[in-house]
């Protein structure tokens, strides 16, 4: 018997929001999840470093059903990396969820497919959650080769991970070209992509993984890109910084989920 696995709504507040800010924004979501709790999704935020604590602190005394996420960690366990921070402080922190492979890092901070693995597998390592992004540019959408882009992207991080790891891995398909941009892939983008990457994703013996969509997702999109996308969950950029529109996306995963089942 297959199980819908339930839905997963991860915000990345990416740099946005000081410490005094995001203990705003997380008594706001943490009154309203009391309010409406969203009893069949997960939900994780993705704060910068400097709010972990804060966020960490307030979700354990209000006991708000929500996780905590980073955007980013050293593949290095610790030592002289100026600025860098290792899952072992993550982990002290109660930090569940670490971010790996994000357009953003790839991009501007010369994250090559090397320090993904190497992340990646310092991430699992210490029992944290990866949240693995892959995603294509718009020029290898218009040569139509998203599928072997992404595919590489997979296995380069993916292939011969240990078996006892494989429950730890969510992997979030972020076209480049919706990040940030208002550009939503389509419905039937998504769809063709989430069964193309749950076909590598059963080859490496990973077909229980999540698969989430990100890029653009707002309140009024994610119905259908839940549905007829194929997906199971978000990660969420500028819609995760207001307690409103966040919310209205968990609310969506919540009743589609009831749905579906
Ligand atoms: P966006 O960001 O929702 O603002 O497009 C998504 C992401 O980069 O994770």
């Not at 890092?105 to 992340?119: H, K």
């Not at 490496?204 to 969509?213: E, F, H, I, K, P």
């Not at 997702?217 to 529109?245: H, I, P, Q, R, Y």
Request: aromatic share 6%; glycine share 8%; net charge negative.
């Amino acid at each position: 018997m297959t199980t819908t696995p339930k839905p997963l709504v991860i915000g990345n507040w990416k740099m946005n929001l000081d410490y005094v800010e995001a203990v705003h924004l997380g008594q706001q979501l943490g009154v309203m999840l009391k309010n409406k709790p969203a009893e069949h999704t997960d939900i994780v935020v993705v704060p910068p470093f400097v709010d972990i604590r804060s966020m960490t602190s307030i979700i354990e005394s209000e006991r708000i059903a929500m996780d905590v996420g980073a955007q980013h960690v050293s593949a290095y366990d610790n030592g002289a990396y100026t600025g860098e921070i290792s899952t072992t402080m993550l982990k002290r922190l109660n930090v569940q969820w670490v971010l790996v492979g994000h357009s953003e890092r790839r991009a501007m901070y010369d994250m090559t497919d090397e320090v993904v693995l190497s992340t990646l597998q310092a991430v699992v390592r210490s029992g944290l959650k990866v949240v693995l992004c892959v995603g294509e540019a718009l020029s290898v959408r218009e040569a139509n080769e998203q599928n072997d882009f992404v595919t590489q992207q997979l296995k380069s991080a993916l292939e011969g991970l240990d078996e006892k790891f494989h429950e730890l891995v969510t992997v979030a398909y972020e076209p480049i070209w919706a990040i940030g941009t208002g550009l939503t892939a389509s419905s039937d983008q998504v769809g063709a992509m989430t069964i193309h990457l749950r076909s590598v994703l059963a080859q490496l013996s990973l077909g229980a993984a999540r698969v989430l969509y990100g890029g653009s997702v707002n309140g009024e999109n994610a119905a259908t890109l839940l549905g007829e996308g194929g997906v199971d969950g978000f990660l969420v950029g500028g819609a995760s910084l207001k307690a409103e529109s966040f919310m209205s996306i968990i609310q969506t995963c919540d009743d589609c989920y009831d749905v579906k089942r």
